[in-house]
């Protein structure tokens, strides 16, 4: 491990110590097994092997067989982890690591490996919050129909039932699914993520048998004795793009689709209007009680907000994804705020909007927040524009809690940087850098600013 990079703060950045959190609130950083793992020889194929593995699916043509060969590597990544001063670290279970084809036999190899990794991060007094699906689907379950298939959601529970038997006696916080709107617009509606399915809207019963998933997992966990299980969604205000009533309706309905979609059923015990006559799911009314089934914890993973007009004519494209003109928004770049490498705009009072507007709308229904994922990319190792972010993120968060708002603890997207799915590895994420090469690691600026940060907190 390289020594530490420069602590100074970035020109507009505050110099002051950040406010005072609560002092159990809950510190870490997070990744993700596909993204950092590396030995693929070592586990089953994925949707994301398949996916990397086509021509023109990924832009700088990579695959993440390497990665930053975490799974050799965790020590040293443990001792990143620990030295940085943060209490947990979120990371994923590969479930073609554990069981190879989505059923049945399981690799014991692949369960020894997050037995280790659980017992690294024990030994040195950090909490594992592991989540137990980030996006990685089995290639041999997606072949026989993955998500768009009802049964694939007993495959997720059994396998979650697996995973808890092994590490579970040292696991005290549990994630079912990271992002299962990204999974359900990216993977199976637009194509441009893994399994590359263009469904639009016929890709709503992966969201329900995502959903159907998650809580049949939670009945398997609390079979197996776990407490505090929590979901990560995706969120972000929706801006529309004028008062025009047609650009309202747009933005409505996209938040709809981001905000709405996952959160509804699982906090509310059902689908926004409309939504439910488009599933035609047999049973929908058990499958709510099992989807809302009471939670520890609500995650939410924040990057930016989003503006929304209604839908022009001829080709579309935002932040690199091509929007079909079927659909019946149009997202629009939001001008007059920093940029991150990804052509993100940083807009961390959007961060206190969307905080204060969750529990405006689930009341008590809402569990107490975990931010699970908060990051940004940029190149360079004195990377002051992330200093800057998380700077103004957390002081957008503290704000939040000021006000009243039940936040609990806080994850950075990512420790490392890594694979970045369609991105392969043009965008940098990471509080530490990865030589590609060499698979090195050097803490940048930004390790080191977040570690006196958390210092200056105790």
């Not at 280790?116 to 594992?128: F, K, Q, S, T």
């Not at 927040?369 to 700077?391: K, P």
Request: charged share 25%; with cysteine.
């Amino acid at each position: 491990m390289a020594a530490s990079a420069s602590t100074s703060p970035s020109p507009g950045t505050s110099s002051t110590a950040l406010p005072r959190f609560p002092g159990d609130f809950l510190w870490g950083v997070s990744t993700s097994a596909h993204q950092i793992e590396g030995a693929a020889d070592r586990r089953g194929r994925s949707v994301w092997d398949a996916f990397t593995a086509t021509p023109g699916r990924v832009k700088d043509g990579t695959t993440a067989d390497v990665a930053c060969d975490h799974y050799h590597r965790y020590r040293e990544d443990v001792a990143l982890i620990r030295d940085l001063g943060v209490g947990a670290y979120r990371f994923s279970v590969s479930w073609p690591r554990v069981q190879p084809t989505g059923a049945g036999q399981v690799s014991e190899r692949g369960l020894d490996f997050y037995d280790r990794l659980v017992d690294e991060l024990c030994a040195a007094g950090v909490r594992p919050v592991p989540t137990l699906f980030h996006w990685d689907t089995p290639l041999v379950l997606e072949e026989a129909g993955g998500w768009r298939r009802r049964d694939t959601a007993e495959r997720f529970a059994q396998y979650a039932a697996v995973v808890a038997a092994r590490i579970g006696d040292r696991v005290p916080t549990w994630i079912t699914l990271n992002e299962p709107a990204e999974h359900t617009l990216l993977g199976h509606a637009l194509g441009e993520h893994a399994p590359g399915h263009r469904m639009l809207f016929d890709a709503l019963p992966v969201a329900h048998h995502q959903l159907l998933g998650h809580g049949l997992a939670v009945q398997a966990l609390r079979a197996a004795g776990a407490d505090h299980i929590g979901i990560a969604n995706s969120h972000g205000p929706t801006w529309p793009a004028s008062d025009d009533p047609a650009d309202r309706e747009a933005a409505d309905f996209y938040d709809l689709l981001l905000n709405r979609l996952f959160a509804d059923p699982l906090l509310l015990g059902r689908y926004p209007d409309g939504i439910a006559e488009l599933l035609d799911a047999p049973g929908l009314d058990a499958d709510l009680k099992l989807i809302s089934a009471p939670l520890d914890w609500y995650g939410v993973n924040y990057y930016q907000p989003t503006r929304v007009g209604a839908p022009g004519t001829g080709p579309q494209e935002f932040s690199g994804v091509a929007i079909p003109p079927e659909l019946p928004f149009a997202p629009r770049e939001i001008d007059g705020y920093p940029r991150t490498d990804f052509g993100w705009p940083v807009v961390p009072e959007a961060f206190t909007e969307l905080l204060l507007d969750l529990p405006r709308r689930y009341g008590d229904r809402l569990p107490p927040l975990m931010i699970t994922e908060n990051g940004c990319s940029y190149d360079g190792l004195d990377d002051q524009e992330r200093v800057a972010f998380l700077d103004g993120h957390l002081r957008s968060l503290h704000r939040a809690l000021a006000a009243g708002v039940d936040v609990r603890g806080y994850f950075v997207w990512s420790l490392l940087d890594n694979f970045e799915w369609a991105e392969g590895y043009r965008q940098r994420f990471g509080l530490v850098h990865v030589d590609y090469d060499t698979l090195e690691r050097t803490p940048k600026a930004s390790y080191a600013w977040l570690r006196e940060a958390l210092r200056a907190q105790r």
